[in-house]
Nanobody
Framework: QVQLVESGGGLVQAGGSLRLSCAAS????????MGWFRQAPGKEREFVAG????????YYSDSVKGRFTISRYNANDTVHLQMNSLKPEDTAVYYC?????????????????????????WGQGTQVTVSS
């Protein structure tokens, strides 16, 4: 089992920044690709960003590309999402998720699935509210 705990959410004005963190505990973090997803009221959960175990591969949804940055620090089992130039449409509950890439070819460089149902573990979410 992997336990994920998000933190860093809050209320911010449009144009502001927030940094979300996700701390993992439990079994080894090795070979887990990590992703951030978000879900706004009445909408489906959507992919935001993904990062490989190695940290060398990242990718983003078009809606956040150029504004958000995902990073990870395997030494202390944490993943971060730096969010800049926030917009009201970024308002949502943000979730951290882990996908086991063990057995995949080049598992270290696999940056995670775009689809939420491919992930094995989830955090409880943290609310981000951007006011206009």
């Amino acid at each position: 089992q992997v336990q994920l705990v998000e933190s860093g959410g809050g209320l911010v004005q449009a144009g502001g920044s927030l940094r979300l963190s996700c701390a993992a505990s439990g079994r080894t973090f090795r070979n887990y690709a990590m992703g951030w997803f978000r879900q706004a009221p009445g909408k489906e959960r959507e992919f935001v960003a993904g990062i490989s175990w190695s940290g060398s591969n990242t990718y983003y949804s078009d809606s956040v590309k150029g504004r958000f940055t995902i990073s990870r620090y395997n030494a202390n089992d944490t993943v971060h999402l730096q969010m800049n130039s926030l917009k009201p449409e970024d308002t949502a509950v943000y979730y951290c998720a882990a996908e086991d890439a063990s057995g995949m070819e080049k598992a270290d460089d696999y940056s995670g699935s775009y689809f939420w149902f491919e992930y094995d573990y989830w955090g409880q979410g943290t609310q981000v509210t951007v006011s206009s």
